[in-house]
Nanobody, 124 residues
Framework: QVQLAESGGGLVQAGGSLRLACAAS????????MAWFRQAPGKAREFVAG????????SYSDSVKGRFTISRDNVKNTLYLQMNSLKPEDTAVFYC?????????????????WGQGTQVTVSS
C-alpha cells in the first residue's frame, strides 16, 4: 500500500511559479511510474505530466509543455512538479498518482494510488 501526500500548492499571480511535491511512503517508490493530474471546478480530471519508473522518461500535456517540469528523487521518495509562467487556466486541484511499473498513461484509471490533492490558484 502506497501513501501519497502532495504539498506546495497556493495562490500565485499569473506569470508566477510554484513547485509541488508529492511524498510517497509504504512502497518501493522507484518501482512506480508517477504522474500529476489536475481537476478544475466542473471539469474532468486531466493528465498534466508523467515520469517513468525506469529510465525517467517524461511526458506532458500540450497545455503545460514548455512551462512545467516533472522530476523525481528516488532517494527522498518524492515527486516534483515545477510550474512556471502560470496562467489563470492552470487553477485546479493537483493530484499525484502512482502506477506500478509499466509506462505512464494519460488515463487516470491506469493508476493504482492517489494523493488527496493540493489546491493551486492563479490570479489574473
Amino acid at each position: 500500500q502506497v501513501q501519497l501526500a502532495e504539498s506546495g500548492g497556493g495562490l500565485v499571480q499569473a506569470g508566477g511559479s510554484l513547485r509541488l511535491a508529492c511524498a510517497a511512503s509504504g512502497g518501493t517508490f522507484s518501482s512506480y511510474s508517477m504522474a500529476w493530474f489536475r481537476q478544475a471546478p466542473g471539469k474532468a480530471r486531466e493528465f498534466v505530466a508523467g515520469i517513468r519508473w525506469i529510465g525517467g522518461g517524461t511526458s506532458y500535456s500540450d497545455s503545460v509543455k514548455g512551462r512545467f517540469t516533472i522530476s523525481r528523487d528516488n532517494v527522498k521518495n518524492t515527486l516534483y512538479l515545477q510550474m512556471n509562467s502560470l496562467k489563470p487556466e492552470d487553477t485546479a486541484v493537483f493530484y499525484c498518482a502512482a502506477k506500478f511499473k509499466g509506462g505512464t498513461s494519460a488515463k487516470s484509471s491506469q493508476y493504482d494510488y492517489w494523493g488527496q490533492g493540493t489546491q493551486v490558484t492563479v490570479s489574473s
